[in-house]
């Protein structure tokens, strides 16, 4: 069973970093893109960023220049590192990867800036 699991959310301070995870499990497939996305409190889900695997990004604007995706092939991780958080950045953080030919979902994890 392919599984995709976050970790590293926390409660913060604004200005403050963090770095989330997020670990793929039981698939031999190719994993091909990973994205992080969020969904802040009442509003709709939303792409914050991606990376093919190639190693290519993209970011959402609101994230450009403070956020940065990375990816471990042979740990068939992701990363976020999350720089100068502020409380628009409050939402669950969830991850996405294609792998295979099949689209998973983490579970998401907390990520509250207070200011």
């Known amino acids: 069973q392919v599984q995709l699991v976050e970790s590293g959310g926390d409660l913060v301070q604004a200005g403050g970093s963090l770095r989330l995870s997020c670990a793929a499990s039981?698939?031999?497939?190719?994993?091909?893109?990973m994205d992080w996305y969020r969904r802040p409190p009442g509003k709709q889900r939303e792409l914050v960023a991606t990376?093919?695997?190639?190693?290519?990004?993209n970011y959402a604007d609101s994230v450009k220049g403070r956020f940065t995706i990375s990816r471990d092939n042979a740990k068939k991780t992701v990363y976020l590192q999350m720089n100068s958080l502020t409380p628009e950045d409050t939402a669950v953080y969830l991850c996405?990867?294609?792998?295979?030919?099949?689209?998973?979902w983490g579970q998401g994890t907390q990520v509250t800036v207070s200011s």
């Open positions: 996405s990867a294609i792998i295979g030919v099949r689209w998973y």
């Open positions: 990376i093919t695997s190639g190693g290519s990004t």
């Open positions: 039981g698939s031999n497939s190719v994993i091909n893109s």
